[in-house]
């Protein structure tokens, strides 16, 4: 079993749709957790990260974090088409390490 | 602010040739330094990382070494590619340290050996 499992996709939602983009993670030493955002051919860039459970909210992004179910969660609302591209979730321990999962591309349709 | 250069972008090899991937890192001293490889839809594979100047440590075995001369400079090698060494390599850096570990990363150099 993967350390960290996201939902595969693809995803492709019209311009204006909520977006959902999920992953579990199976250590319970995992303590930061984070979203990265990365274009076609290009290097991921940190989008949002947490160490609570509960939401935290940056515009249209919220992520959340459920430590109980080991379940992080990224919301994109009015998702729009430079929202385009694969989302990958990431968790890190204190020993340095972060483990990725394998990512969602997310297409927002005009 | 914190920037990463990789180079080359993009790179075609045949099998068995050597191979040198340089990432250097701006803005920052003493990052913890990694090196990553993404297969085509995948995620991250993270292949080497390294807490200070000669200080590797290895995730997978593999057919790749790295090394760290310099303080932020992190170079990935090989004596002889393979097929399956093709791929996206990432080089990044940790952004403090203790319990926040979000990493930054650079451009990428896309390898495909022939």
């Known amino acids: 079993q993967k350390e960290v499992e996201q939902d595969p996709g693809p995803l492709s939602v019209p311009e204006g749709a909520i977006v959902s983009l999920n992953c579990t993670y199976s250590n319970s030493a995992f303590q930061y957790f984070m979203w990265y955002r990365q274009y076609s051919r290009k290097g991921p860039e940190l989008l949002m990260y947490t160490y609570s459970s509960g939401n935290k909210e940056d515009g249209r992004f919220t992520a959340q974090v459920d430590k109980s179910s080991k379940y992080i969660s990224l919301f994109i609302r009015d998702s729009q088409p430079s929202d385009s591209a694969t989302y990958l979730c990431?968790?890190?321990?204190?020993?340095?390490?972060?483990?990725f999962g394998d990512g969602t591309t997310l297409t927002v349709k005009p | 602010s914190q920037t990463i250069h990789q180079w080359p972008a993009t790179l075609v090899q045949p099998v068995g040739s050597p191979l040198s991937l340089e990432c250097t890192v701006e803005?920052?001293?003493?990052?913890?330094l990694y090196w990553y490889r993404q297969a085509a839809g995948r995620g991250l594979q993270l292949l080497f990382y390294?807490?200070?100047?000669?200080?590797i440590s290895s995730e997978v075995p593999q057919n790749l070494s790295a090394s760290r001369p310099q303080d932020r400079q992190f170079i990935l090698s090989s004596k002889k590619l393979l097929l399956s060494d093709s791929g996206f390599y990432l080089c990044a850096a940790r952004r403090g340290r203790g319990i926040r570990g979000e990493q930054f990363f650079g451009p990428g150099t896309r390898l495909t050996v022939l």
């Open positions: 803005g920052t001293s003493n990052p913890n």
């Open positions: 990431a968790i890190h321990t204190n020993a340095g390490k972060s483990t």
């Open positions: 390294s807490v200070g100047i000669g200080q």
